[in-house]
Every structure is written in structure tokens, then in C-alpha cells.
């Protein structure tokens, strides 16, 4: 069964300390990885799509790369506006429905 | 780009009324669209996926005849929630995949129905 898995539910970081986001996946093919971060209220944004083992994105603090087991989302330095629900969803292959799977999401607080 | 918008943002409906939620993809257009429920403090669930010109598909235990969705134009999506129980209060997001941007799906901003 195709699963998403996210580590840490919750993490609380000081302005400025750097962390990282894990999204462990097992699928039977992988078409894509999601990266979405959620303020309460409101739908996700779209934040990387990541495709293949190795790869790399980058947007201002933020890094996401990719294993063929896991994802991670690094923070680099965060400040108290990147307080938010970091989720993660993968689409599996074969088809194309565009069908997304979610992991519970990681809630993430940084204190100034 | 790749704006998806929903109306209303929130609904307030009496039991036993139907409400009807739009989804519009506003600078690409969406052959798939997703419409998913939110409870407080949890992920998403997916609800159904809706394809342009053909019935929508549904997931596994959500009533189809209670959850009405149309799809009819590559830009608009419908949902209506007929006759709304309390029960079925909580967060909807709609969603919509551009096959023009390597399969990226794209959220609305939800809407928070409430059935009194």
C-alpha cells in the first residue's frame, strides 16, 4: 500500500536555528514528490516538486531534496514568518490520475 | 501564474440545505480537478477527482449522491453538499492539476462550511 509518512509532527526552532523536515514514501513507482506549506485557514501553497532521486530545489530558506525513500525539507535559518503546516504528498506510478498521497504534515513554529 | 480560486470562502447553511462550492482555475486551464476535506488539525483527504466533460470519480466511502460534483468547463469546478448536515462541516480545498507545468497540482484558499 502506498504511504507517506511525515517525522516531526510538531518542532518548535529559535530564529535562526536550522532544521529539517522528513517525508519517508513507500510506493510502488514514484511520478512525483510534493512539497506544500499550510497557514491555518487557509489551502496549501506549492512550494517544490521534486522527480527523481538526487535531485535538488531551492526557494530563499528553503531546500528539498530527494532519496528513492525519503525526502527532506531544509530550513536554513527560518524566521518567525515561516511558521506553518509543511506537508508532503507523493503521486505514484503507473497511471497518471494525479491522484495525491499526504502525510500528516509537520507543524512547524520558529520563535524570534 | 497558477492561481486557483474558491467561492465562497465560507458558508453558513441551515440542516437539510444544499450549498454549492465553485472552483475555478484562473490562468491555466485544468483537465483534473481534486476535491478534498480537511478536519482541525489534520491532513487532507481526498475526496474525488473530477475530469472535465465525464463523471467524477469518487474515493472510497464518500457518497457520491450527497457530494455532487460537476465539472463542465476545463476552468470550472463544482461541488454541492445537498442536504448539509452538521456532520459534514469542516474545511473543503479544491485542487487542479496543469499538465502544462510537469503535472503540478495547485490549491484553492478553501472553504470553512458550517451546517447549524
Known amino acids: 500500500e502506498d504511504q507517506v509518512t511525515q517525522s516531526p509532527e510538531a518542532l518548535r526552532l529559535q530564529e535562526g536555528e536550522s532544521s529539517s523536515l522528513n517525508c519517508s514514501y513507500t510506493?510502488?513507482?514514484?511520478?512525483?514528490l510534493f512539497w506544500y506549506r499550510q497557514d491555518p485557514g487557509k489551502g496549501p501553497e506549492f512550494l517544490f516538486t521534486l522527480y527523481s532521486a538526487g535531485e535538488e530545489k531551492e526557494k530563499e530558506r528553503l531546500k528539498a531534496t530527494l532519496t528513492k525513500k525519503e525526502s527532506f525539507l531544509h530550513i536554513t535559518a527560518p524566521k518567525p514568518e515561516d511558521s506553518a503546516t509543511y506537508l508532503c504528498a507523493v503521486q505514484a506510478a503507473p497511471g497518471n490520475t494525479g491522484k495525491l498521497i499526504f502525510g500528516q504534515g509537520t507543524t512547524l513554529q520558529v520563535k524570534p | 501564474g497558477a492561481v486557483v480560486s474558491q467561492h465562497p470562502s465560507w458558508v453558513i447553511c441551515k440542516s437539510g440545505t444544499s450549498v454549492k462550492i465553485e472552483c475555478r482555475s484562473l490562468d491555466f486551464q485544468a483537465t483534473t480537478m481534486f476535491w478534498y476535506r480537511q478536519f482541525p488539525k489534520q491532513s487532507l483527504m481526498l475526496m474525488a477527482t473530477?475530469?472535465?466533460?465525464?463523471?467524477?470519480?469518487?474515493e472510497q466511502g464518500v457518497e457520491k449522491d450527497k457530494f455532487l460534483i460537476n465539472h463542465a468547463s476545463l476552468t470550472l469546478s463544482t461541488l454541492t453538499v445537498t442536504s448539509a448536515h452538521p456532520e459534514d462541516s469542516s474545511f473543503y480545498i479544491c485542487?487542479?492539476?496543469?499538465?502544462?507545468?510537469?503535472?503540478?497540482?495547485?490549491f484553492g484558499p478553501g472553504t470553512r462550511l458550517t451546517v447549524l
Open positions: 510506493v510502488s513507482g514514484l511520478r512525483g
Open positions: 473530477s475530469n472535465e466533460g465525464s463523471k467524477a470519480t469518487y
Open positions: 485542487s487542479a492539476r496543469d499538465l502544462g507545468l510537469h503535472n503540478e497540482q495547485f
